[in-house]
């Protein structure tokens, strides 16, 4: 009765296949994508500790696949897309620009909030990024509503509803998903199981083997993919876009990965072990896909040291920027509150 | 047209829906029971024939996907118009409500807009008991981002329901399930009642009622009876709660000098208290012979028992006594 499956195809296989179906060019784009991410957060985490920040952040760092890998298979800036708290990846593998981004994680008035977001609610309205929320699950009931914008409009267009391990205990989760397959929406459910809701592991949150399985609850198809190899993911969401934009309706896919760093600025890590961290340092999603995009003659050690300064310049190029944009006036204070 | 022309608040309301959704594609109505049912209180009843199955969804019993479709539908170029069954089961959306559709706008730097209406009949006196018959309008005026109107008759329900469609921020649109059958002069053509403007229901010179939904029909009834001792009532309906125009309100408690407030909500954290501190700290306050007082629902759940029912909230005789004793300055 389960539609569900855990990806079996060998992944040699697989990202031959995918190279082939992306092309030289966006697998280098989305490699180069991932570096940046990294770069972005790498700098946003040197920013907190040297107290240069205002209130909190979610860093990414370790998920940078399956950001890239879900973004590159949708209409980046077409499709809409409603994330996640942990959310600077998606944002930029979306296309946002990252001096907006950092100015708004600066909290200046040229940011993509005006100053009034910050690093948890980066939206995009421009390119259809919705926005992070800082409700865990808050995007998810909002994504049927958007699939019956994109049904009754006769648009092509489908909606990435990104959230966490965490948000598919929450209440809405179902709601959601049950709206979206009886009206056969389109909506894809991405699910990034990072392993904690905070300090709570999935073992423990969960009693079943995969957040996937939960699909059959729906009559929908659920998959568990490898969320440290973008092409894995870029795979199973490439698949479920295709069924969205058919009207055949919505698809959960669950992306295994880690959250390298805590859950957020103050988080001790006292629930695991050095140990766990540093096994999965070792799956670090870009070596990995570095490796296999030189196995295919697509990246030489020059390029991909090109890639990684490009990245850092772009980094502190948009820093300077951030730092040299305006406060936001205090004058200003009540605007937004109503249209 | 004949101008006597009278339609109950039901009837108001679904003219309304109706006229609108035949002017504008992105106007679609979602909720429990709204299609085939008609609505729990008959209020969509038709318009699924009308319109069809695409722009009358029956939801599941989601309030939480009910409230967050009208946002993700209002962010993506639509104005849905939700239901909710009762307004109590409003506790269930309150999530999508106050913390993602009254927060987009502002917190994406005002780039964003979530034009949807989302409807639920309030009050008691139906017999429903604890969990079918509260007045929550007060949660919802708690935060900014949220317009929260409250028709108190058929003429205002129409005029501000289509306003409130037309608005581009999140409506919270309480109706009365006492105040479905009442009749009042409805134009057939689509109209607009402005939303945030007060209305002045009845003139009078001796204390200021500022009434909301029901209340202002049982305020009415006891201005008439009052009058005839000679007392005479000035009657405010604030119609929109939220952003509220309190200079009409202001102003006729300078002219009066007294002010009772009456809702059918509890009174302790009620609407009833935000009325009162913007009188007392208005240029009112200088013309104040009498303390502001309130005639609010009982701080209690309400009972079913159909006595104790009638007694949890205030009563044309309640208004009776208490406006009698504050214009004499009894208090």
């Given at each position: 009765m389960s539609k569900t499956k855990t990806k079996t195809r060998k992944t040699e296989d697989l990202s031959q296949a995918?190279?082939?179906?992306?092309g030289e060019s966006t697998a280098r784009e989305m490699l180069n994508m991932m570096i940046l991410i990294r770069?972005?957060?790498?700098?946003?985490?040197?920013?907190?500790?040297?107290?240069?920040?205002?209130?909190?952040?979610?860093?990414?760092?370790?998920?940078?696949?399956?950001?890239?890998?879900?973004?590159?298979?949708?209409?980046?800036?077409?499709?809409?897309?409603?994330n996640h708290h942990r959310g600077h990846g998606h944002a930029l593998s979306w296309g946002s620009e990252i001096n907006l981004m950092m100015a708004e994680f600066l909290g200046k008035e040229n940011g993509y909030c005006r100053g009034r977001g910050g690093s948890m609610h980066i939206a995009d309205i421009e390119r259809n990024n919705l926005g992070a929320n800082g409700i865990v699950a808050g995007g998810i009931p909002i994504a049927p509503g958007v699939g019956v914008s994109i049904q009754l409009r006769k648009t092509d267009q489908l909606c990435l509803c990104l959230f966490g391990d965490g948000a598919a205990n929450e209440g809405?989760?179902?709601?959601?998903?049950?709206?979206?397959?009886?009206?056969?929406?389109?909506?894809?459910?991405?699910?990034?199981?990072?392993?904690?809701?905070?300090?709570m592991s999935v073992d423990r949150a969960f009693n079943i083997e995969r957040i996937s399985d939960r699909a059959c609850a729906y009559n929908i198809p659920g998959e568990t993919v490898d969320g440290n190899d973008p092409l894995a993911v870029y795979d199973a969401v490439f698949r479920a876009a295709e069924r969205a934009r058919a009207g055949k309706g919505p698809t959960l896919i669950e992306a295994l990965t880690y959250r390298w760093k805590g859950h957020s600025k103050s988080d001790p890590q006292s629930y695991r072990t050095r140990d766990e961290v540093k096994e999965w340092q070792r799956k670090d999603p870009i070596p990995r896909f570095a490796a296999v995009l030189e196995g295919a003659g697509m990246l030489?050690?020059?390029?991909?040291?090109?890639?990684?300064?490009?990245?850092?310049?772009?980094?502190?190029?948009?820093?300077?920027?951030?730092?040299?944009?305006?406060e936001p006036d205090i004058a200003t204070i009540m605007e937004g509150v109503y249209a | 047209m004949p101008e006597n022309r009278e339609l109950t608040y039901v009837e108001a309301l679904r003219e309304g829906l109706r006229q609108v959704m035949e002017k504008d594609e992105s106007v679609f109505l979602l909720g429990e029971d709204i299609g085939v049912y008609n609505g729990a209180f008959g209020v969509t009843a038709g318009l699924l024939e009308e319109f069809g199955e695409e722009r009358v969804r029956d939801?599941?019993?989601?309030?939480?996907?009910?409230?967050g479709a009208c946002l993700g539908a209002s962010l993506t170029g639509m104005r849905p118009v939700g239901e909710i069954m009762f307004m109590d089961f409003v506790a269930l959306s309150l999530e999508q409500l106050a913390l993602q559709a009254a927060k987009v706008r502002f917190m994406f730097g005002g780039k964003t807009k979530a034009p949807f209406v989302l409807r639920m009949p309030a009050g008691s006196g139906t017999g429903a008991a604890a969990q079918h018959s509260q007045s929550l309008e007060n949660w919802l005026v708690h935060v900014p981002g949220l317009k929260v109107v409250m028709p108190s008759n058929a003429y205002d329900a129409k005029g501000l329901l289509i306003a409130s469609i037309y608005d581009d921020n999140p409506v919270i649109f309480v109706e009365h399930k006492l105040l479905y059958g009442t009749k009042s002069h409805v134009p057939e053509e689509s109209y607009e009642v402005p939303l945030s403007q007060s209305r002045v229901v009845r003139e009078g010179s001796d204390l200021t009622i500022i009434a909301t939904s029901l209340m202002v029909h049982r305020s009415l009834e006891a201005a008439v009876q009052l009058s005839e001792e000679g007392i005479e009532?000035?009657?405010?309906?604030?119609?929109?709660?939220?952003?509220?125009?309190?200079?009409?309100?202001?102003?006729?408690?300078?002219?009066?000098?007294?002010?009772?407030?009456?809702?059918?909500?509890?009174?302790?954290?009620?609407?009833?208290?935000?009325?009162?501190?913007?009188i007392a700290s208005s240029e009112a306050f200088d013309y104040l012979e009498a303390p502001i007082r309130r005639l609010t629902g009982l701080d209690i759940p309400i009972p079913y028992n159909r006595t104790l029912e009638y007694h949890a909230v205030p009563q044309v005789e309640n208004i009776v006594v208490e406006a009698r004793k504050l214009s004499r300055g009894e208090y």
């Open positions: 995918m190279l082939k179906q992306i770069a972005f957060e790498e700098k946003a985490d040197e920013l907190y500790i040297l107290g240069l920040t205002h209130g909190t952040m979610h860093l990414s760092i370790g998920q940078e696949a399956s950001a890239v890998g879900a973004s590159y298979a949708v209409r980046r800036g077409e499709d809409y897309l409603l809405a989760f179902h709601e959601s998903l049950n709206l979206a397959s009886i009206w056969d929406l389109p909506v894809i459910y991405f699910c990034e199981n990072n392993q904690y809701g905070m300090s030489d050690e020059d390029m991909l040291k090109a890639m990684r300064d490009e990245a850092e310049q772009k980094v502190d190029q948009a820093l300077a920027f951030a730092e040299a944009s305006p | 939801t599941p019993i989601s309030e939480a996907a009910i409230a009532i000035e009657i405010i309906d604030p119609r929109t709660l939220n952003p509220l125009d309190d200079e009409t309100i202001i102003k006729s408690v300078v002219k009066t000098s007294k002010a009772l407030i009456i809702h059918e909500a509890v009174g302790t954290g009620g609407y009833g208290g935000e009325i009162a501190a913007r």
